[in-house]
């Protein structure tokens, strides 16, 4: 088992920024793929990016490329998404996740993720 608890979200403006954070807890030697998600009102979720913890590397939605950064921090058994340039088509409800295989984290298909965090909460006002 491993829990996941996000936080870091608020409310900013656009052209801000955010550092979310992801604490894992439980067997987490045990997660090879960390996971950003986020889901607004109304739609899908969707990937937003990913951490393969065996190796570092990292995978983005061509939505937040350049503007967001996924990082680690081993030792704290927590992953961080920093957001810049925020704009108000990001605002949603963020997730962590992770799953047990790292062969699929660069598809960033939520679907393949076993363990959730209840979400943190991003608002960009324009």
């Known amino acids: 088992q491993v829990q996941l608890v996000e936080s870091g979200g608020g409310s900013v403006q656009a052209g801000g920024s955010l550092r979310l954070s992801c604490a894992a807890s439980?067997?987490?030697?045990?997660?090879?793929?960390i996971g950003w998600f986020r889901q607004a009102p109304g739609k899908e979720r969707e990937g937003v990016a990913a951490i393969y913890t065996g190796g570092g590397t990292t995978y983005y939605d061509d939505s937040v490329k350049g503007r967001f950064t996924i990082s680690r921090d081993n030792a704290k058994n927590t992953v961080y998404l920093s957001m810049n340039s925020l704009k108000p088509e990001d605002t949603a409800m963020y997730y962590c996740a992770a799953a047990l295989s790292g062969g699929f984290c660069y598809t960033l298909r939520g679907e393949l993720f076993g363990y959730w965090g209840q979400g943190t909460q991003v608002t960009v006002s324009s």
């Open positions: 439980g067997h987490t030697s045990s997660s090879k793929c």
